[in-house]
């Protein structure tokens, strides 16, 4: 296991690091590589920390909405009329997929006592802003006409996402306040990328042999997303948004992140806006630490209590 001195990350979180790291340079990553390439590996690198996890009574995949969207929808039991987390993987925009995010969906499908509907939106570069937005939308729009017939509660839905999902998260709900239709119950939000803006916290935490996530990272990941050409539309940056109507949320943040900045900030701006705003900051964790549930407390933690206070905010009405 790598050493640092006075390290700050949870002892648990850096032995997963370590292996991350050496699962990518086993796996071949290396500067310059192509898109396809990285994805591949990025797919190969999280199977080991995919697999365990809750047991679900159903697991069924659709193609859904005119262009064909992929979702996977997880059921912790098969009785209907459950409630509903719309979640969406991080990845920068770029990489990940539902398979990278398989048993983070079920463990707060298992821990919350809702069916999770996981999104396999379209990645950039290949497809830019705003068209992961849009697949969401229609994904939405199905689960408002068809969910029902699949034994979900349309009404009771809540959408969440991790980084660049946590996002896409804010964005999709943006819009669906904008267009009047049925807005989601809850947010829950780990560790978002919410503006893009270097703060001291990317100073701080962007060592990339210390820490899971860099500065020139997240530069590419936006590029990648929006192209070279600057893009003010909130719904790319929710960090600027006019955020007032948007229902509760959970910031679930970890310290050592180069986010950390603006995830503290966008908590703040959200209370300000007068949404219900709950901030955990988990000292010791990195970007992505929700992955190492399998073998991190730290995480199970997190994950504990956002899946209870998910759990309140779809309860019956």
Not at 73 to 78: A, F, N
Request: proline fraction near 6%; include cysteine; hydrophobic fraction near 45%.
């Amino acid at each position: 296991m790598a050493r640092f001195p006075n390290d700050d990350v949870d002892p648990e979180i850096r032995s997963w690091l370590t292996a991350m790291f050496a699962a990518s340079a086993a796996l071949g990553s290396r500067p310059g590589i192509s898109v396809s390439e990285r994805r591949a590996i990025a797919e190969r690198q999280r199977q080991p920390w995919r697999a365990g996890g809750p047991a679900m009574a159903a697991a069924d995949e659709f193609h859904v909405g005119a262009s064909g969207v992929r979702i996977r929808i997880h059921r912790p039991s098969v009785e209907a009329n459950l409630p509903v987390l719309v979640y969406l993987h991080g990845g920068g925009w770029t990489l990940f997929s539902i398979d990278t995010h398989d048993r983070l969906m079920r463990e707060y499908a298992g821990r919350a006592g809702c069916a999770v509907l996981g999104i396999d939106y379209p990645l950039a570069p290949e497809q830019r802003f705003p068209c992961a937005i849009e697949a969401i939308t229609e994904v939405l729009d199905w689960l408002a006409g068809a969910g029902a017939s699949h034994g979900l509660d349309p009404a009771r839905y809540a959408l969440g996402g991790d980084s660049a999902g946590a996002n896409l998260a804010v964005a999709a709900a943006l819009r669906r306040r904008t267009v009047g239709a049925v807005m989601p119950l809850g947010l829950l939000l780990n560790y978002g990328a919410w503006d893009g803006t270097w703060t001291g916290s990317y100073r701080r935490y962007g060592d990339g042999d210390r820490y899971m996530l860099t500065g020139p990272e997240m530069d590419e990941f936006w590029a990648s997303y929006l192209g070279q050409e600057p893009v003010d539309d909130p719904l790319a940056r929710p960090l600027h948004a006019e955020l007032g109507g948007l229902a509760p949320s959970w910031l679930c943040v970890a310290e050592c992140d180069v986010l950390l900045d603006e995830n503290l900030e966008m908590a703040a701006r959200l209370a300000k806006a007068g949404v219900a705003t709950e901030l955990r900051v988990y000292p010791g964790a990195t970007h992505s630490f929700l992955e190492a549930v399998s073998v991190s407390g730290l995480a199970d933690r997190a994950i504990g209590e956002a899946s209870q206070w998910l759990a309140g905010i779809l309860a019956e009405r």
